[in-house]
């Protein structure tokens, strides 16, 4: 049975994947969709074509997981996409965060996306595709978003080269990056720190990120970058030492306090 997994199915990103791919994946028989929040599982469910199977589970339990990798096996699935959706962030300096909460963020953001990664690999075949949610944050350090944006960057990193591994075996990684989106994302995220408001003019919507994300995975490109101005900062981070680039989102943080 060829399935599709996606985790953080319940809302934004996660639950836009599943709408955009329920159209054009005809060759998929289910969708297996990955989150805490039952309920909002299930209203996605209700719409979507496909045949959907729902996993309401913490990433981070060990016996969910557990139970995840079993049901794999006992269905004989053939994972054709896998999508790591799940994560938060939270903003503001870090000794003002809150410790759980913060440790947290870790792993869910990298812990379990390798872990959910590292168990569905042997479900997978040649032209199977894994699609991983980093973000822009992964460019460069990210002053009272510091953790979080590290989180990101072992995502991206971990993605690109594991793209070169899997590369001989047909199995394809894109690493997606957007800039800030029009998500529940934010309600966690802003709890302690306020998006510098230059960042909000680049806002872009669910829709867009996917719509890209999906046609990059299916040309089988390493990164995916939604936006000029997220495709300007990428080329900027590049190029220009990130000990400037962090003085400068500093100190628009500072007028911004001021103000």
Not at 9 to 18: P, R, T, W
Request: hydrophobic residues 45%; neutral net charge; proline residues 3%.
């Amino acid at each position: 049975m060829n399935i599709i997994v996606i985790t953080g199915a319940s809302s934004g990103i996660g639950m836009e994947f599943a709408m955009q791919m329920d159209e054009s994946f005809s060759n998929v028989e289910e969708f297996w969709l990955v989150a805490r929040n039952q309920e909002k599982m299930e209203e996605a469910a209700r719409v979507l074509q496909h045949r959907t199977r729902l996993f309401p589970m913490d990433l981070t339990d060990e016996e969910k997981m557990n139970g995840l990798e079993r049901a794999l096996k006992e269905e004989q699935a053939v994972v054709r996409i896998l999508v790591n959706c799940a994560g938060y962030g939270v903003m503001g300096a870090f000794d003002s965060l809150d410790r759980k909460q913060t440790l947290g963020m870790i792993r869910l953001n990298c812990e379990a996306l390798t872990d959910m990664t590292y168990r569905l690999l042997p479900f997978m075949r040649r032209n199977s595709r894994i699609i991983q949610m980093a973000s822009s944050a992964a460019f460069m350090p990210q002053p009272e978003f510091a953790v979080y944006a590290a989180s990101k960057a072992y995502v991206h990193s971990f993605s690109r080269a594991l793209s070169v591994e899997l590369e001989r075996k047909g199995i394809y990684v894109t690493s997606v990056c957007p800039g800030p989106v029009d998500t529940p994302f934010f309600e966690t995220a802003e709890k302690d720190g306020k998006i510098l408001a230059v960042k909000k003019l680049t806002m872009t919507t669910a829709e867009k990120v996917v719509e890209q994300a999906l046609y990059d995975s299916y040309y089988r490109r390493q990164v995916s970058v939604c936006t000029l101005p997220i495709m300007a900062f990428h080329a900027a981070a590049k190029i220009l030492p990130h000990s400037v680039l962090m003085r400068v989102a500093a100190a628009m943080g500072d007028n911004e306090r001021k103000r």
